[in-house]
């Protein structure tokens, strides 16, 4: 059976850096696009940043402005979400995702990780 872990994510202080990861098991990790979305109390769970299976194309959201890098490493089925200059509305669950990068799209989910920024 399929399967996602985070892992990573923690309190942190504005300004501060988290790098998550994700685990997976289960499926050809290399054939799959590899996505972070996050979700935040009271809202709709959004496309963070996106990785390509083979040659690694990179995909985010514009409000990323150049804070977080996503990559990945085959050898160990994980991909990984850097992310620096944290912002209090960075604050949110974050999730992995194998498969689409649309919200609604096909794919596999993990249970998320939670980040939140404050001071």
């Known amino acids: 059976q399929v399967q996602l872990v985070e892992s990573g994510g923690g309190l942190v202080q504005p300004g501060g850096s988290l790098r998550l990861s994700c685990a997976a098991s289960g499926l050809t990790f290399g054939i799959y696009v590899m996505n972070w979305f996050r979700q935040a109390p009271g809202k709709e769970r959004e496309f963070v940043a996106s990785?390509?299976?083979?040659?690694?194309?990179?995909y985010y959201a514009n409000f990323v402005e150049g804070r977080f890098t996503i990559s990945r490493d085959n050898t160990k089925n994980t991909v990984y979400l850097q992310m620096n200059s944290l912002k209090p509305e960075d604050t949110a669950v974050y999730y992995c995702?194998?498969?689409?990068?649309?919200?609604?799209?096909?794919?596999?989910w993990g249970q998320g990780t939670q980040v939140t920024v404050s001071s």
């Open positions: 995702k194998a498969g689409s990068r649309s919200t609604r799209g096909g794919g596999y």
């Open positions: 990785i390509s299976s083979s040659s690694p194309d990179t």
